[in-house]
């Protein structure tokens, strides 16, 4: 069974990184059928996507957060990672990472999250 | 970005009540369109993929439908544990995009 768990600092300071980790149990993160993704929800508000990968290395962030945002794999680790520089206090968020699932002709959907993990960006 | 506006934002409802919610693309999408739930305090739950698919282990009560530009989400009798927030996402093309949510209430 596919599990999911995200990891880091819970508290980061105005202007510096946040980095965050996705560690994939149950399977390996360098199965065909699996992108992965990372996704935001501040408090009380609504959900938004960051970016995905993909375990060869192939990135797709929201263009939103581009410039600040790095996203990668580490098969030996079986994980993934995020870093999101220059944060603020809009950063602050319940960060989820997510298995995007590929059906074979198409990625469909993200059917397996992880619990998440409170970030809050506060000197 | 293609955006994804959800009507109604809030609802009140009954138990057994048919729930039906809208999700209106900015531009076509063809069928790529989820559903999930989110109740308080928990992760998201996949329920639709490709618009209308059932996601394994979902009850049956819930189903969507639509292509292109419009799509609905529907519950046919609302139990309990289905109040909550509910979000459309596209799948269409990059970037992602997650709709308001609607809430449903008692």
């Known amino acids: 069974q596919l599990r999911l768990q995200e990891s880091g600092p819970g508290l980061v300071k105005p202007s510096e990184t946040l980095s965050l980790t996705c560690t994939v149990s149950?399977?390996?993160?360098?199965?065909?059928?699996?992108?992965w993704a990372w996704i935001r929800q501040p408090p009380g508000k609504g959900l938004e996507w960051i970016g995905t990968v993909y375990y060869s290395g192939s990135t797709y962030y929201n263009p939103s957060l581009k410039s600040r945002l790095t996203i990668s794999t580490d098969t030996s680790k079986n994980h993934l990672s995020l870093s999101l520089s220059s944060v603020t206090a809009a950063d602050t968020a319940v960060y989820y990472c997510a298995r995007h699932r590929y059906s074979g002709y198409a990625l469909d959907a993200f059917d397996i999250w992880g619990q998440g993990t409170m970030v809050t960006v506060s000197s | 970005a293609i955006q994804l506006t959800q009507s109604p934002s809030s609802l009140s409802a009954s138990v057994g009540d048919r729930v039906t919610i809208t999700c209106r693309a900015s531009q076509g999408i063809s069928s790529a369109l989820a559903w999930y739930q989110q109740s308080p305090g928990k992760t998201p739950k996949l329920l639709i993929y490709?618009?209308?698919s059932l996601e394994s282990g979902v009850p049956s009560r819930f189903s969507g439908s639509g292509s292109g530009t419009d799509f609905t989400l529907t519950i046919s009798s609302l139990q309990p544990e289905d109040f909550a927030t509910y979000y459309c996402?596209?799948?269409?093309?990059?970037?992602?995009?997650f709709g308001g949510g609607t809430k449903v209430e008692i």
């Open positions: 490709d618009a209308s």
């Open positions: 996402q596209q799948i269409n093309s990059y970037p992602l995009t």
């Open positions: 149950g399977g390996s993160i360098s199965s065909s059928s699996s992108y």
